[in-house]
């Protein structure tokens, strides 16, 4: 079953070189870890191995299928976090390596270190949904990202998010752009969500869509 970080808790994860590994066919929304406290992920290991691995061997029809879905504080220093979940789940569903709501209080994700990857979707998703609270990413060098980043207003409105790119690597999968501005409901006046590019290796350049 799923792991759930409570909001009153502050958690390390060291993976000291092992794989925590789930292949399980969803019929709900689903994420391997849900944060809503503040998660720290690592690996100790010399050999850097480490791994976060899930799929979804259903066909993503219940919607989000996620490695770690965080509402929170997430921090990652090392380590490998995977979805593997195939390109039928892809079609139907949004199955993320990392996926961050940030519609109950502030979020941020601070990678500065290990390899975000999504097979078949984007590795990354920033779901923005409030002019409240917001939702900010920020990348560092030594960070890995396989597939695209989604900075995703989920309104009518304007809702708050950053994506602040200090340094790392950068590689598309199934997207065709690093980074995509996405809008849930396309009628939007506003948008609210800003980016800043300040470093990093872009393989193939940078590309943005919407």
């Given at each position: ?125 920033m779901f ?65 969500i800003t ?16």
């Amino acid at each position: 079953e799923g792991i759930v970080i409570p909001a009153d808790k502050t958690v390390t994860l060291d993976l000291a070189g092992y794989t925590v590994s789930q292949t399980k066919e969803q019929t709900a929304g689903y994420q391997m870890i849900l944060n809503d406290g503040t998660l720290t992920i690592k690996d100790s290991s010399d050999e850097k191995t480490g791994k976060l691995s899930y799929t979804d061997s259903g066909n993503g029809g219940e919607y989000i299928s996620d490695v770690i879905y965080n509402r929170s504080v997430l921090v990652i220093d090392g380590g490998t976090i995977e979805n593997l979940s195939s390109a039928t789940v892809a079609t139907n569903g949004y199955p993320h390596a990392v996926d961050t709501y940030s519609g109950i209080r502030n979020t941020s994700v601070t990678i500065n270190g290990g390899t975000i990857y999504c097979a078949e979707y984007s590795a990354i998703r920033m779901f923005c949904v409030s002019a409240t609270y917001t939702a900010d990413l920020v990348i560092n060098e030594g960070a890995i990202v396989k597939g695209a980043i989604d900075m995703q207003n989920g309104t009518l409105a304007a809702a708050l998010g950053t994506l602040t790119i200090n340094g790392g690597t950068f590689e598309t999968t199934k997207n065709a752009n690093n980074i995509r501005f996405a809008n849930w409901n396309g009628g939007a006046t506003e948008y609210g969500i800003t980016a800043s590019v300040k470093g990093g290796f872009f393989k193939g350049g940078i590309t943005t869509q919407y």
